[in-house]
């Protein structure tokens, strides 16, 4: 149990000791709260619980919050309990209890910060999903990066996770890919033919017609453009692929379009929407009722042409999640679906099934900036950054890093210088140069000959420090940081965290001395274990963004 719930049992139980004793009157104790006080004089944590009981006891808070105190039972990490004005209750945690944070983060390991809500739950994570005509371009990474760190942190917090993408590999947009493909590759046999202006423009387009040409010469002239899509389509597949490899993102399911064609899914929901009632023809099209379900107009699931539009998969995809039986479904999705994610759970919800077990997470756009200007981006114009060249230019941690490091609600600029500066001003470096400095101290230890498990049965007491204090507070902050994560499907939080728990290392760093000859040895051996923990707790917190742990920078 964490720390904040195990504050929370201790508050609860005073309020109901109180009230057996009469020092409070009897009512219904709704959630007791425990939060970070606004300031670190204060104490560790605050609980306004006394606040919110109010109205319920008809006494002031203050008067509340003195009875509970009063009441609240002894412990062995609770060291000073303080009313405070307007009713707010601040507790500060014994030493011991924080020095104990090193030998818990060196005995977890990876499994530091474990909780068990998800015990028993199977959970599906949608993200990225970029169309395969292209290249995967910056802007279409976003939702990847919070996807799979989500995923992570769920993990952690005992969840089946499927981390899952699903290729947009039918309709118009594919039939155009192959009408490029195939153009390209007539220009290659020197015939006259020209790219319309819905085409794909980009120069990936004529290096997959070069490969066609270089394998079959022109022996493919007379076979139709779906000949040419389907290979581009495979080929760009197995190139994102690729490309979501090298920023740590792999998915446990590929799902295709295509199959809900194959399968006659696409055709099944349809025909249960029409039994059901909530589909009506008009003008040769198919009309579904989302007015019913609070739209401010119906909407078209078939085009008078017999093509579905995109929300008719889309359904489908979605109802065969809910017939996989996962206990929670996070979808991740750009800003082009702002408008149409609630049309699709509309369509669920028509099926027959209720759409709780569906959280839909949506972000904003993604800027990239160099030397103070915005590039632009257009998959179709070939005018697009793509992620290979981003990560050739600055790696895969600033990637992950700067995807996750504002709520999704809000843009993001990546500025890739920023992301190349090797100083405190780049949030990745300031992270990374922690486990750096850390790796240091072992590595000097190593070389001055000191023996690699001499802090073993080092005395965690002798970590008085008050920058080592702080930094032990804020590591305790980890189980609190992948539960607001889990239930509130907000991956940002551990970017923040982590810049905080850098934040609160390097004082410690500069203050806590442990290799200068008048460092006494028991206070050395407690300070390399402080620097081992800190060491372990930084690759762990890495990982759990996706990013790499540096020994030396």
């Given at each position: 149990?964490?720390i904040h ?18 020092a ?24 306004p ?16 919050a ?9 412990t ?29 983060v060196l005995a ?12 028993g ?12 005509t292209?290249p995967i ?75 066609l ?17 389907s ?10 692929k ?9 998915f ?9 064609y194959e ?21 040769g ?6 007015t ?12 008078q042409?017999g093509?579905?539009?995109y929300r008719?998969p ?33 369509g669920?919800q028509?099926?027959?099934?209720p ?5 839909t ?15 632009k ?11 290979d ?16 490091s ?5 843009p993001i ?9 090797k ?23 190593a ?5 690699p ?18 930094f032990?507070?804020?590591?305790l902050?980890l189980?609190e ?5 889990v ?16 934040a609160?290392?390097h ?8 290799l200068?000859?008048?460092v ?10 402080f620097y ?22």
């Amino acid at each position: 149990m964490s720390i904040h719930h195990q504050l929370a049992a201790v508050v609860q139980e005073a309020v109901q000791a109180a009230q057996a004793a009469g020092a409070l009157p009897s009512f219904d104790l709704p959630e007791v709260v425990i939060e970070r006080p606004r300031e670190a004089s204060f104490g560790d944590y605050a609980s306004p619980t006394a606040l919110k009981l109010a109205r319920e006891a008809r006494m002031a808070p203050l008067k509340i919050a003195q009875a509970i105190v009063d009441h609240l039972a002894t412990t062995d990490y609770i060291a000073e309990v303080a009313v405070a004005p307007p009713g707010f209750i601040n507790i500060r945690l014994t030493e011991a209890r924080l020095q104990q944070v090193a030998a818990n983060v060196l005995a977890e390991g990876d499994d530091y910060g474990r909780l068990h809500l998800g015990d028993g739950k199977k959970v599906q994570i949608e993200c990225v999903s970029a169309n395969p005509t292209g290249p995967i371009h910056i802007g279409r990474t976003r939702g990847g990066v919070m996807g799979d760190t989500l995923a992570r942190a769920m993990r952690l917090a005992g969840y089946d996770v499927v981390l899952e993408y699903y290729y947009n590999d039918a309709g118009r947009q594919i039939t155009l890919l192959g009408e490029s493909t195939k153009i390209r590759y007539r220009q290659l046999l020197g015939q006259d033919a020209e790219l319309g202006p819905d085409h794909y423009k980009g120069d990936y387009i004529t290096d997959i017609a070069r490969e066609l040409y270089a394998a079959h010469g022109a022996a493919l002239q007379d076979e139709p453009a779906e000949y040419f899509g389907s290979y581009a389509k495979d080929q760009i597949s197995r190139s994102q692929k690729e490309t979501l490899r090298r920023i740590n993102i792999v998915f446990d399911v590929y799902y295709n379009e295509q199959s809900l064609y194959e399968t006659g899914r696409v055709w099944e929901a349809l025909e249960t929407l029409q039994e059901k009632g909530y589909v009506y023809e008009q003008d040769g099209a198919q009309w579904f009722k989302t007015t019913e379900f609070g739209d401010d107009k119906d909407r078209v699931l078939v085009k008078q042409s017999g093509e579905p539009t995109y929300r008719m998969p889309d359904i489908a995809y979605h109802w065969d999640k809910a017939q996989r039986g996962f206990d929670l479904v996070v979808d991740f999705f750009g800003p082009d679906h702002h408008a149409t994610a609630p049309q699709v759970l509309m369509g669920v919800q028509a099926l027959g099934y209720p759409t709780d077990f569906v959280r839909t997470v949506l972000h904003q756009i993604i800027s990239i900036i160099k030397d103070g200007q915005e590039m632009k981006m257009s998959t179709r114009a070939g005018t697009f950054v793509s992620l290979d060249d981003v990560v050739d230019v600055v790696g895969p941690d600033p990637i992950r890093y700067f995807m996750i490091s504002r709520s999704g609600n809000s843009p993001i600029e990546f500025d890739l210088n920023l992301a190349l500066e090797k100083s405190d001003k780049n949030p990745v470096y300031y992270i990374q140069n922690a486990h750096v400095r850390c790796a240091g101290i072992f590595r000097k230890w190593a070389e001055a000959g000191g023996a690699p498990d001499a802090d073993a049965g080092a005395d965690l007491r002798l970590l008085t420090h008050e920058s080592e204090l702080a930094f032990l507070r804020k590591a305790l902050e980890l189980p609190e940081v992948i539960e607001l994560m889990v239930l509130n499907a907000e991956p940002h939080h551990i970017a923040f965290y982590a810049y905080e728990l850098a934040a609160a290392f390097h004082p410690a760093y500069e203050n806590c001395r442990v290799l200068n000859d008048d460092v006494p040895v028991p206070l050395r051996h407690a300070r390399l274990r402080f620097y081992r923990a800190a060491k372990q707790l930084f690759a762990h917190v890495l990982d759990l963004m996706g990013m790499s742990a540096p020994e030396v920078m």
